[in-house]
């Protein structure tokens, strides 16, 4: 595909107003078309919508291994932006093309479908795969399936260059990212009769500062120069708790996420903290097993000497992005671990 061919087919992609959360089936037809046209093999694969699919294809010998490239279809909003064109038509002015993901990355999707399909139809000693995924805005809930057939390759995939043209600057590695949402239950009250109740808002405090002590101490524990923050890092995001002043809370939620070093744990770095759960076991149907480390539900109950009742905290370990059920736990042995 020459040039201005790359440049019809980012104009069709930018055309398609995949927004996060909406269809992209048509710009994933548009994909696969091509490579069809180039005797390339592809093959869609299921999201987690049912109006939404991955992609993935491959062009030269399918049993060596070798590069994926990595792109997604989806792009942010734009609602209430200010444009001076329409964004999802591809405009050209001067030497620059204007549109909806042009750079990020629509363009580097049209540019890797072009190189490929040119690709496929020579004679390739090593393949070549790109991997299209959906719903990447929308905290990459589409990749595992994706991921999922490339690991079930014959010749699993060697190495992989993403797209992402953040800053236009090569990046060789990735801080890691996990995401909890903790649950903290207590027993509501009215302000006049306070100690009489357990504010759950003041316990979720407790554990905001413990999670904030653990990330300064994490500044000390392992160090890689090349990321601008050279360590791991803890954020706490969005709390809810309360409905009114005079009403104590029996309920608070909050988020946060843990960025870790290429070859650090996750779940290894928080258990660092003496105030985090060490060992966690799930109930189901009234047994008891050991619990997996990324998809299990704990419970800690914290006992307040001055109302003597139970403060739940709930921890899920899952993903934000992840929906579904999600099992009950209790800790091991005895005691409140936080």
């Known amino acids: 595909m020459t040039r201005d061919g790359s440049r019809g087919l980012l104009a069709d992609l930018v055309g ?23 005797g390339a093999t592809v093959t869609e694969l299921p ?20 590069t994926v490239l990595a792109a997604y279809s989806d792009v942010v909003g734009v609602d209430g932006l200010r444009w001076s064109s329409a964004p999802f038509c591809l405009i050209r002015r001067d030497e620059r093309l204007y549109g909806r993901a042009t750079a990020d990355m629509k363009g580097f999707l049209a540019v890797a479908v072009a190189a490929m399909a040119s690709a ?3 004679s390739l000693d090593r393949p070549v795969h790109l991997g299209l995924s959906a719903n990447e805005e929308l905290g990459c809930i589409g990749t595992p399936p994706l991921l999922d057939a490339l690991g079930a390759l014959a010749a699993p995939p060697s190495a992989i260059v993403v797209g992402e043209p953040t800053e236009r600057r090569v990046a060789t590695r990735h801080k890691g990212n996990t995401a909890w949402t903790v649950h903290v239950r207590g027993r509501g009250y ?57 009403v104590g809370p029996d309920r608070c939620t909050f988020a946060f996420e843990l960025r870790t070093l290429p070859g650090q744990l996750a779940e ?19 047994s008891t097993t050991p619990a997996s480390s990324s998809s299990s539900r704990a419970q800690a109950t914290h006992r307040s000497p001055a109302a003597g009742s139970g403060c739940r905290r709930t921890i899920d370990r899952r993903p934000l ?8 736990c209790t800790p091991t042995g005895s005691g409140c671990p936080w």
Do not use: C, K, Y
């Open 47 to 66: 999201a987690t919508r049912d109006d939404a699919r991955n992609l993935h294809a491959v062009v030269g010998p399918a049993d060596v291994p070798r």
């Open 16 to 38: 398609f107003p995949t927004v996060a959360g909406t269809s992209n089936l048509d710009l994933v037809a548009r994909v696969a078309t091509v490579f069809d046209d180039a």
């Open 120 to 122: 496929a139809r020579d």
């Open 190 to 246: 009215h302000s006049s009769v306070a100690p009489r109740g357990v504010d759950a808002v003041a316990h979720a405090a407790r554990l905001v500062v413990g999670i904030e002590e653990l990330g300064r101490r994490l500044a000390g524990e392992g160090r890689d120069d090349a990321f601008a923050e050279p360590h791991a890092t803890l954020s706490v995001g969005p709390i809810q708790g309360g409905m009114a002043l005079n």
């Open 321 to 328: 992005s992840t929906s579904g059920p999600r099992p009950g």
């Open 268 to 286: 290894t770095t928080l258990g660092r903290s003496p105030r985090w759960p060490g060992s966690w076991r799930r109930r189901r149907s009234g």
